[in-house]
């Protein structure tokens, strides 16, 4: 089957089968490798893009349920103000372990601010619950939210210990 | 990239090729500027034998300066998320007195005859570089300083380097690395033993905050692992194995696999019993992944199960629970009499702990790309351990090792899973069979089922304390995996375990039982177990004295004292230093504010501490700091800690110094090895009052 997509500002055309996740379509039918398959399942969030700029699940949308839809990736999300402020946050507290689960991370942060500019400590938290890093790097994950968001970067339940 | 033209090394008459010494050559480098070839100390591979520098051979490590004053500098060991392509330059730019800013990194290819060790494991990559690296880079300075003089016509003795520049005092003249490099590519490169090192006092690089080299390219997507490696012509591969280990292929539908959409090839893989080798199994190749993996749904494959089928989690509990009173088949460690200690105490406590097979689940899942033609083979393969991956496919492809390229990619997660290569030797199987480049690709099942599991463990813990509530006797018999009286991998237990040596009657043994599975280590291998199962024990020995948690273990460490490690099953033990342990306890107990802290409904504060394993044998450790290897930012307010122990790699909010304070230990020529390897650490956690499905570790480690 053929489909456009518009993905990062661009009408892509692609030759797939209707079921093929639209994880598979961007890594290898467009060569974007930035967005990583790790459970296939919609589990750990590593495969995290927009969506019409609501953070989703790319291995568990199909290449023929994407649509008109406006699909953006890590490769792409350094165009919106937002999520170049997420991408610099992550540089400067250096957030960065292994890496893989980064771009997933920093997908449904910026879609997160990109709604909710002055998140809480439970908005982060509920926002980025299904995203998982294996190395644990999850309190810089936060801390770099709070820098690209501007907000003091002190966890309120660790300050009142 | 192209692999160096080397030799097969013919090993000498013992089967290991002899040590070799470092050394180096500096050359003009293409484009102009000096190009610093050299080798490290190589001690026992026998996979290659470069030519030596007189011989005109092309070495693969070196440090290039080019006019425009750039530094590029190879990194020659895995890259896992423990942030050591960047770290290893650090050591050379450090003496080099380079401009960080103008350092830029070529990560390696395997090649233990030019690197020496390049493996992510066992905490070694510091203490093993930390000198050898140095000198590289004091040598390269030597010839810059020496270059600069010759211009000047002054003594080399007047001239300065700081940050790419070279000063001579007295005149105020300056020159930059660049405009010096080919000039130096002129000059002898000095005798790397002879050179001279920084005194720590003046580091710059070493110590600091650096960002990781790849963080840019990570946090914009750009390729960097080994899952997006692309070559041209290639093609997509899954490989199916039996769900039992051990077992093979009986038949499969290939037919209806090879009728499906996109699929090109579809074969049965007689392999062997050597878990990371080649398994009996069947690959599928498509033209693209997803069409591999839509076509394995329709797979139908009847398995020989083999024996390992009998064996299961719940069998296993019930034979230990049998076992578990039962005299032990072997002593691990015996000292005075815990019967007759048992005996007259005034408690006796049991208890029996146990902990799962657990699956390293690293988020990238295992793949592999390779590329076999004409007796060669090209790999690219996020490992943590290249050269035994490169012997495997030797081995079972029939290649001789020297015409096996290995390109480390940079692995999402290793914690151990990745020091055994079965899915290489599974990609450059399946690359010669189909006579094209294939990438293979596991899915979360197959990396689940197929791991090298840390092993499951069950201990029955017996203790008594005398009537003050002093620990008197201590007993473990741990029930664990092997055969023959030898554990399985990962599965073993040290005679020098804690608190072995502090308690006056103290046992430890073992039963083993025979085992199918495979079993590997996985990040501190051993620790991560029976520090919950030990430290959690001596919890309860606390309570049943009436004690503090943390007090109770200060008693039980007693007056400081040290006690000499000893060689293990798994190498040398580290000294036990009580008395520097007692510090970190005492530290992490006053920081967490043990006793005072303010507790919220249903949470707890826990303490515990684990002397932890050895990062290298005490004479090659020159007691490194790894602070050079870590990352802190300078806003969070965070402190990372070891590079080592990547699970508890922060410790949000502590300012830990710990007893021996990193910050004198880099002032230290000897730094503190309790940043490299952990020679002891002390952690103490928050317990159970995580509101959020976030895990928020908070620990202290020193």
């Not at chain 2, 103008?102 to 093993?128: E, H, N, Y």
């Not at chain 2, 309790?674 to 928050?686: F, L, N």
Request: hydrophobic share 45%; aromatic share 8%.
């Amino acid at each position: 089957m053929k489909y456009s997509i518009h993905v990062n500002g661009a009408i892509k055309r692609v030759e797939a089968d209707a079921d093929t996740p639209l994880l598979w379509v961007l890594r290898d039918t467009l060569n974007l490798k930035g967005t990583k398959f790790a459970c296939g399942t919609g589990m750990c969030g590593a495969c995290t893009v927009h969506l019409n700029g609501a953070a989703r699940r790319s291995c568990l949308i199909s290449i023929a349920n994407v649509g008109s839809g406006v699909v953006t990736t890590i490769e792409g999300i350094g165009d919106t103000p937002v999520g170049k402020k997420v991408q610099q946050a992550w540089l400067d507290i250096d957030v960065v372990q292994c890496g893989y689960c980064q771009a997933g991370q920093i997908m449904s942060a910026a879609a997160l601010l990109a709604t909710n500019t002055k998140p809480s400590d439970a908005d982060i938290d509920h926002a980025m619950a299904g995203n998982i890093c294996r190395c644990a790097t999850y309190p810089r994950i936060r801390a770099a939210i709070k820098l690209a968001a501007g907000l003091p970067m002190i966890d309120a339940r660790e300050a009142d210990a | 990239m192209k692999r160096l033209e080397i030799t097969a090394a013919e090993p000498a008459g013992d089967g290991v090729v002899h040590a070799r010494r470092a050394f180096l050559r500096a050359s003009a480098a293409l484009g102009g500027g000096l190009l610093l070839e050299f080798a490290l100390p190589v001690r026992g591979f026998a996979r290659a034998n470069p030519q030596s520098p007189a011989e005109g051979g092309v070495l693969g490590a070196y440090v290039r300066i080019s006019p425009d004053g750039l530094v590029t500098i190879t990194s020659k060991n895995p890259e896992i998320g423990q942030g050591i392509k960047t770290m290893l330059p650090m050591l050379i730019a450090e003496e080099l007195d380079a401009d960080w800013s103008k350092v830029r990194i070529d990560q390696a290819l395997s090649d233990p005859a030019v690197f020496g060790r390049q493996v992510a494991g066992g905490s070694r990559a510091t203490p093993l570089n930390w000198e050898p690296m140095r000198r590289v880079g004091a040598a390269a300075r030597q010839m810059l300083v020496l270059a600069a003089s010759q211009i000047w016509a002054v003594p080399a003795s007047e001239c300065q380097t700081s940050s790419g520049v070279v000063r001579h005092a007295p005149s105020g003249q300056t020159l930059d690395y660049g405009a010096l490099a080919s000039k130096a590519a002129t000059i002898a490169a000095p005798d790397l033993k002879a050179v001279t090192l920084k005194d720590p006092k003046d580091f710059r690089i070493i110590g600091t905050p650096q960002r990781g080299v790849d963080s840019p390219a990570v946090v914009t997507g750009k390729p960097l692992f080994g899952i997006d490696v692309d070559l041209p012509g290639m093609r997509h591969a899954v490989f199916v194995k039996c769900p039992v280990f051990g077992g093979a292929v009986n038949h499969a539908n290939l037919e209806a696999i090879l009728a499906a959409p996109g699929v090109s090839h579809a074969f049965v893989v007689n392999g062997g019993q050597t878990f990371d080798g080649l398994v009996s199994g069947v690959a599928i190749v498509a033209d693209s992944w997803w069409a591999a993996a839509r076509a394995r749904r329709k797979l139908e494959v009847d398995w020989n199960e083999g024996p390992t089928a009998a064996q299961d989690s719940a069998g296993f509990a019930a034979r230990a629970a049998v076992l578990g009173p039962q005299p032990p088949e072997l002593s691990i460690a015996r000292e005075g009499d815990v019967d007759a200690a048992l005996a007259g105490a005034a408690h006796v406590i049991e208890a029996a702990y146990s902990y799962p097979f657990l699956a390293h689940a690293a988020l990238e899942p295992q793949n592999c790309t390779a590329h076999v033609q004409d007796g060669k083979a090209e790999i690219w393969a996020p490992t943590q351990n290249p050269d035994s991956g490169c012997k495997i496919v030797a081995n079972t492809l029939g290649l001789a090792e020297a015409d096996i390229t290995i390109h480390m990619m940079r692995c999402g997660g290793g914690f151990g899973r990745r020091l055994m290569n079965d899915y290489m030797v599974e990609a450059a199987w399946i690359s010669r069979e189909i006579g094209a480049p294939v990438k293979l690709l596991w899915d979360r099942e197959d990396d689940l089922r197929h791991d090298f599991y840390r092993p499951a463990g069950f201990h029955f813990f017996k203790a008594g304390l005398d009537g003050a509530g002093k620990l008197v006797a201590f007993r473990d018999h741990f029930i664990s995996f092997g055969t023959g009286g030898k554990f399985a991998n990962s599965a073993g237990l040290q005679p020098v375990e804690f608190p072995a040596r502090f308690v006056p009657n103290f046992e430890l043994g073992a039963t083993l039982m025979a085992l199918g599975v495979p079993t590997g280590p996985m990040r501190a291998p051993g620790s991560n177990a029976l520090a919950f199962a030990f430290q959690s024990f001596i919890d309860e020995l606390a309570f049943a004295a009436r004690r503090d948690a943390v007090q109770f273990r200060l008693d039980l460490l007693g007056p400081p004292r040290i006690y000499a490690g000893t060689q293990g099953p798994n190498g040398a033990t580290p000294d036990f230093d009580s008395g520097r342990m007692r510090a970190v306890l005492e530290r992490v107990a006053d920081r967490s504010g043990w006793g005072k802290r303010p507790l919220r409904t249903r949470s707890g504060l826990g303490a515990a501490f684990y002397f932890s394993h050895w990062a290298t044998s005490p004479r090659s450790c020159r007691r490194p700091s790894l602070r050079a290897a870590t990352f802190a930012s300078k806003k969070s307010g965070w402190q990372p800690t070891s590079a080592a122990t990547s699970s508890i790699r922060w410790a949000p909010r502590i300012k830990s110094k710990g007893p021996q304070s990193t910050a004198s230990a880099r002032r230290s020529d000897r730094p503190s090895r309790s940043s490299a390897g952990a020679r002891s650490r002390a952690i103490s956690m928050t317990i159970g009052c995580c509101a959020s499905t976030v895990l928020r570790p908070w620990m202290c480690i020193s």
